[in-house]
């Protein structure tokens, strides 16, 4: 398969591909905008308008609202924003004619809400809160631990507990996470591999994605163009799709190393030491996994979308026909996202050895969990099955595809193209 | 031998046949046209020459043994349908599809250059393809086509969309091949180049082969019974004639069968008793278009 005809097309689809400025563009431009998608993500999750929240404090005990009055003005004051409080001693019916009066100051947000701790708290805990947007967990966030401080400490004074006792309570249940695995030795889990997890998710969402497209333009664009017929007086056209996939494909694995190259580095020498709770515990192994298991999904996936762009003259008409394939890279996505709160889930397990879906999963979940060899190899067989099944597929489109111009053909008649013999 | 010998080729798209049955042979040093109008099947048949296609029978004899991938080695072929990377530039062109054919190295690059001058095209080697005018972009296509030294060279619809200039600049390379020994194959539905290029044809009509052969031997064959006149007045009388077989009105010219070769003379006769004034009165000639109508039928009128 790998003759001189071929090679040529490779050399080309580096040369245009890999020695190109929209390689070193993409290199770059792919990492900015993960991160940048995280960091925005990021930002709109705590983002926190704050800024002029004026709150009353009211309760119809002095008692707790001396207590929560230092413990609110005590605490250290928040970075994004100020929060003023007034304080009122009233009872309950009190509240209810101060919230009349309040009502347009409120709904002005001048005054951003009322809470009200009323004296049954001290065995409920339950506290009122009255405002235009009850729900902003990021204000509420800030004001429940001291309020939840003040009502705690004041349940258990008198009840002979010392200070040390009552830290205790408080504390919840902190899980430190240790890994067994198949080494003898038991590590420490920190968060690392959560982190590596989703980078290798993500990388491979979103480079399958540029790279298959980017394959499907160059079909399309020598369909158009009416090349493909010059280059079938030369090769043929198992020769030329074989070709663009190999020259494409290593194109985005040479990408691939160059983003992965600070992880190698990372393992493989001893320049940096991370801080312990985002130890790695990641080997060359896992890496060269994921190398082969990425260039098994690029054969797959750029033999699909190559087979798309050779059924259509125009991206237009191409974009009806992609969505199938983006199905098989984005359903995996979201399953290997998910996974990452448990990778063990039976929906994870099982799609990791599942057609198409395996090769998104399983570099996820090696990540996460030991992984038996035994299971790996058989995602790895699964894989390079389906991988040849595709290519071959893809092949008997593809040859009656870049032939065909004219009006966008039915998917009936694409059925038939596997018959014809071209 | 023959250069190349096209046995028995059949070719069905959706049940439709494009080309059924066709055989015609290729002589060593001839230029080749395939005749037809659009639609008869020449495309269909060059593609299963050039093995693109796959025919659903027959097969492309080359020099005794069957045509494979190394066949398109010493092809040089201009599809109907010009293309090429609208971004590569045009020295990186010519030397990527000289490669495709197995030529690399420097001498490959000389000669690349070497054509490009003479088709006034060197100082634009680094430009981009779409940097180029349509008619500049079809000379690196006759390039590309030429610049491994084939054999063989085998020209889609060569004359379709071409300029006075690039016209003439293709005729010369294809009389230059000739020349060399080559072997030319070229299909058109233009009669008149036909005519004045090849030496060998075949002709193609839904999809089935109607004619082939020596250009001459044919055109003699046809001529023998057959008169092309020019002429002023009534011809109307011919028709109830008994020794006139066929007469058919091509608007400037007239061309008129007899049964027999001897009774042109008669005709001739015949015309001046009936006071036809003759303006050009010539037996044994006939043309490509002619012969093409009188195998075709009449619906072939449409072909010029």
Known sequence: MLNRRTITIIKRELKVRLFSRTFIIMTLLIPVFMFGILGLQTFLFHYSDTENAFLIVASESQMILDNVQSELLGAPKNKDGNIEFMFEKMNKEKVTIRLNNIRSDILEEKITGLIFIPGEALKNKKVEYYSKNPNNNVLLNKIRPPINQVLTDMYFVGRQLSGEELEFAKNNVDFNGFRISSDKEIKEEGIGNTILSFLFTFLLYMSLIFTGQMTMTSVIEEKSNKIVEVLLSSVSSRELMTGKIIGTAITALVQMAIWLSPLIILISTTWFVLPPEFTLKLSMWHLLFFMLNYFIALITFLGLFATVGSIFDNPQDAQSGIWPIMMLIIIPFFIAIGMQTNPENQIARIASFVPFASLIIMPARITLVDIPLMQLILSIAINIAVMIFIFILAGKIYRVGILITGKKPKWSEVVKWFRYNY | ?304
């Not at chain 2, 069905?12 to 005749?35: C, H, M, Q, T």
């Not at chain 2, 109508?293 to 072909?303: I, L, S």
Request: proline share 2%; net charge neutral.
């Open chain 2, 1 to 304: 031998m023959y250069a190349l010998e096209v046995k028995n080729l059949s070719k069905n798209f959706n049940g439709i046949k494009a080309v059924d049955d066709a055989s015609f042979i290729v002589p060593e040093g001839s230029v080749f046209g395939l005749i037809g109008r659009n639609g008869a099947g020449k495309t269909t048949t060059i593609r299963m020459m050039m093995n693109i296609y796959v025919p659903d029978s027959g097969e492309v004899i080359l020099r005794g043994t069957k045509i494979g991938q190394e066949f398109k080695d010493k092809v040089g072929y201009l599809p109907e349908e010009r293309g090429l990377y609208k971004k590569m530039k045009v020295m990186d062109t010519l030397l990527f599809l000289a490669e495709l054919k197995g030529k690399t190295g420097k001498a490959v690059e000389r000669k690349a250059l070497n054509y490009l001058k003479r088709f006034d095209l060197a100082e634009r080697k680094n430009s981009k393809i779409e940097d180029l005018s349509k008619g500049n972009q079809q000379k690196i296509q006759f390039i590309a086509a030429i610049l491994h030294d084939p054999e063989f060279l085998i020209f889609d619809e060569p004359f379709a969309g071409l300029d006075p200039i690039n016209t003439d600049l293709l005729k010369d390379i294809i009389l230059e091949k000739k020349e060399e020994g080559k072997v030319i194959i070229f299909s058109t539905h233009l009669m008149d180049f036909a005519e004045k290029l090849s030496d060998h044809i075949a002709m193609i009509d839904h999809g089935k082969i109607i004619l082939q052969g020596s250009l001459s031997e044919i055109k003699s064959e046809f001529a023998q019974r057959n008169v092309t006149l020019e002429a002023v007045g009534d011809l109307s009388f011919l028709d109830s004639e008994a020794f006139v077989e066929k007469v058919e009105n091509f608007g400037n010219t007239v061309a008129i069968k007899v049964k027999e070769a001897s009774q042109t003379q008669d005709l001739l006769k015949l015309l001046i008793q009936n006071d036809v004034k003759v303006n050009k009165f010539a037996a044994n000639e006939i043309s490509l278009h002619e012969i093409f109508v009188t195998v075709a039928g009449k619906d072939a009128n449409n072909v010029k």
